[in-house]
């Protein structure tokens, strides 16, 4: 069992309970998680290929195997609104309260580096559950305050369907279900401790009752293998 | 007998003008009518808006300095994430923008299309994109609901440059691949609407008829351009040249010389 493996299970749990929704992961951890979710505890999640069709099976990273509908951008953007969707995005920042910057580092009039831009990160965390997958966890990514919140967080008034939902790192599970809404460190990996989270951490983190992230099944790790052959998942987090 | 409304990129951009407020089609790297964005930086064309779902079509005429102002949600390569000329006259306050979000982009089209001054949207509450653009406003909803929801203003555009598989020389066109992306929008959002094609077909040949995606009152020009969404995907016809992409990518100041001569 690798780092990623454990990583995989973890944004498998993410969709748990999710039901009959589409998912839409963002990255190479959160690919895998969503389809290892179908095929173990979700298997009613809808899947797309990342442009315009939805995944009749589960196949491995890069094949589509048969399809079991039309997605297109628009499309997306209708189930957006509609909110049968769960997003695990990435973040080059997030805050205490989950608000998180994809857009641009520095000033927006001028930036020190331009980013990807918010892309649908306001609409995504205003409409239906959203996650977060952060390869990296060091206090560059979780910041004080980041430099132009583009996915919204718990401090603001977002709405009646605002749902930060969780976020998954190479060292650790967090979540927001505390009475402010701020983070709170739910499991640490295998062999990292609660001080190395806080340490990695520009912030203080909600620290009460923190377990150990659960290991991967033996059946989930040969799913993993059959998911992932080309061991892609190692490339984005590294031990 | 129905117009003949075939032209050439020059001919498009002979009819734009300096300051102009241009949408362009595709999404990313995706079938983007990048004949008609070459034809612009060969030309004396400058102050430009450019409204984009943003690829290098974004990059391009930004580091040609043709661009006042962009008004995105993304630009992106795809497989290669971040567009290095964007990113080079963002850092170098070379251009103002207009941040939105994906949706809202959509919103503000679709407000122009329907001549309506604005839709609302959910998209834009908490985020700093309603802070960095103080003329975005919200609204309460007047029924009992008494929801705040974005006002998204109509994003009307001057003109609008998008590249389809197919068309008639009439100006119906026919996209093939698997995402019509949002280039019906652009053209209805449009006073001017230019759609550049890999083929000039006979009509009949448009089939099925469910992937013609503009009809001909939604288009004024028609140019024949056999790869004029290259280097991004125009599929199934051609995919990306992600050759020519990295090539692209690496930011030469020689890349942009080459490509617009």
Not at chain 1, 99 to 114: A, V
Request: glycine share 8%; aromatic share 6%.
């Amino acid at each position: 069992m690798t780092l990623a493996d454990l990583c995989a299970a973890a944004c498998a749990d993410l969709f748990r309970g999710d039901g009959e929704i589409l998912a839409s992961p963002m990255g190479t951890l959160p690919t895998v998680g969503a389809r290892l979710a179908r095929l173990t505890s979700e298997p009613d999640l809808l899947l797309s290929d990342g442009e315009a069709y939805l995944l009749a099976d589960t196949p491995a990273l890069g094949e589509r195997g048969r399809v079991e509908g039309w997605l297109p951008y628009r499309m997306v953007f209708d189930v957006l609104a509609n909110g049968r969707r769960h997003v695990v995005m990435g973040a080059n920042q997030i805050d205490q309260y989950g608000n998180q910057n994809i857009s641009c580092i520095g000033p927006h009039e001028q930036p020190t580096r331009q980013l990807l831009g918010v892309r649908g990160a306001p609409g995504n965390t205003v409409n239906h559950r959203t996650s977060y997958w952060v390869p990296r966890h060091s206090p560059r990514v979780f910041v004080g305050k980041v430099d132009m919140v583009s996915g919204v967080g718990y401090d603001k008034d977002a709405g009646p369907f605002h749902d930060i939902h969780r976020v998954v790192t190479n060292l650790a599970v967090l979540d927001f279900v505390t009475p402010d809404h701020r983070m709170r460190l739910v499991s640490v990996h295998p062999g990292v401790s609660v001080a190395e989270v806080q340490a990695a951490t520009g912030f203080e983190l909600v620290v009460e009752d923190v377990s150990e992230t659960r290991q991967p099944t033996d059946e989930e790790l040969k799913l993993l293998a059959e998911l992932d052959p080309k061991g892609l998942r190692e490339r984005e987090v590294r031990a | 007998m129905m117009r003949d409304k075939r032209m050439t990129a020059e001919q498009v951009v002979a009819e734009l003008a300096d300051g102009m407020t241009i949408g362009i089609g595709g999404w990313g790297s995706r079938r983007k009518p990048m004949a008609l964005v070459r034809a612009i930086l060969r030309s004396g064309l400058r102050d430009l808006t450019v409204v984009s779902y943003g690829g290098p079509d974004v990059g391009l005429l930004c580091a040609a300095g043709k661009v006042r102002e962009v008004v995105f949600g993304f630009v992106s390569l795809d497989s290669i994430a971040y567009d290095p000329w964007f990113q080079r006259a963002r850092q170098s306050g070379a251009i103002s923008v207009r941040e939105l979000d994906e949706g809202m982009v959509q919103c503000g089209l679709r407000a122009a299309a329907h001549r309506l001054p604005f839709l609302p949207i959910r998209a834009g509450l908490g985020s700093d994109v309603l802070r960095h653009d103080p003329t975005l406003k919200t609204i309460r909803s007047p029924y009992a609901d008494d929801t705040e929801l974005v006002a998204m203003p109509a994003i009307h555009l001057d003109a609008a440059l998008v590249h389809l598989n197919r068309a008639d020389k009439h100006g119906n066109a026919q996209y093939l691949g698997p995402d019509p992306y949002f280039d019906d929008l652009f053209c209805l959002a449009a006073k001017r609407r230019y759609v550049s094609c890999e083929k000039v077909v006979d009509t009949a040949d448009l089939v099925p008829v469910q992937t013609i995606l503009l009809n001909r009152m939604m288009v004024d020009g028609v140019v024949e351009s056999p790869g004029g969404a290259g280097f991004t995907s125009c599929v199934p016809d051609y995919d990306r040249d992600e050759a020519l992409q990295r090539e692209y990518a690496q930011a030469d100041p020689d890349f942009l010389d080459r490509y617009a001569s």
